[in-house]
């Protein structure tokens, strides 16, 4: 059964960091890209990056390039998206999802929340 | 990196057909066959029920088709059952390496 957990969420200060993982299992992790999407609250979806198998191609969305940095370890089956220079309309729920530019999503994780406020 | 526009909400009566529009421009809908569908129930994740325009993934119901036509794509389900309702989104690849969703469209089965 392929599962993807997210982990990481909670409430950090405006200018805080904050690292979120997401977990893979069921599937062979290193032929898939991977990709971050964001909901804000009672908001539509936002795609924030993806990251192709080898982890040796990252693309970004306009909004969150040179504070986020996606990644992936490939031993641990995991992808990451480490949040620098946080800012109060980052708060969202942050989802996971298997796949790229192509067949996006068919499988998502359960989200993780993360909350910027002082 | 616009939003592609969808209609806020869209509904019908169980067993009609309704259709939810996707309007984008020729960067992105119209440019490439990378359109995909999602259906959001409320607190849950979004689920894919169509890619690359009009295919289905595995186990969903062929009540779901996708279509494309110039910078518009269209989701149409038919013979709407309760279970339908819900949030949809549609997203597609854009010129540059980006992705792009939808506003999203509220489906209520009347």
């Known amino acids: 059964e392929v599962q993807l957990v997210e982990s990481g969420g909670g409430l950090v200060q405006p200018g805080g960091s904050l690292r979120l993982s997401c977990a893979a299992s069921g599937f062979t992790f290193t032929t898939y890209w991977m990709t971050w999407v964001r909901q804000s609250p009672g908001r539509g979806l936002e795609w924030l990056a993806n990251?192709?198998?080898?982890?040796?191609?990252?693309y970004y969305v306009d909004s969150v390039k040179g504070r986020f940095t996606i990644s992936r370890d490939n031993a641990k089956n995991s992808v990451y998206l480490q949040m620098n220079g946080l800012r109060v309309e980052d708060s969202a729920v942050y989802y996971c999802?298997?796949?790229?530019?192509?067949?996006?999503?068919?499988?998502w994780g359960q989200g993780t929340l993360v909350t910027v406020s002082s | 990196q616009s939003a592609l526009t969808q209609p806020p909400s869209a509904s019908g009566s169980p067993g009609q057909s309704v259709t939810i529009s996707c309007t984008g421009t020729?960067?992105?809908?119209?440019?490439?066959?990378?359109v995909s569908w999602y259906r959001q129930y409320p607190g849950e994740a979004p689920k894919l029920v169509i890619y690359?325009?009009?295919k289905r993934p595995s186990g969903l119901a062929d009540r779901f088709s996708g279509s494309k036509s110039g910078n518009t794509a269209s989701l149409t389900v038919s013979g709407l059952q309760a279970e339908d309702e819900g949030d949809y989104y549609c997203?597609?690849?854009?010129?540059?390496?980006?992705?792009?969703f939808g506003g999203g469209t509220k489906l209520t089965v009347l």
């Open positions: 990251i192709k198998q080898g982890g040796n191609e990252m």
């Open positions: 690359e325009v009009n």
């Open positions: 020729s960067s992105d809908v119209g440019g490439y066959n990378y």
């Open positions: 999802a298997r796949g790229g530019f192509g067949q996006l999503g068919d499988y």
């Open positions: 997203s597609s690849y854009s010129r540059g390496n980006n992705l792009v």
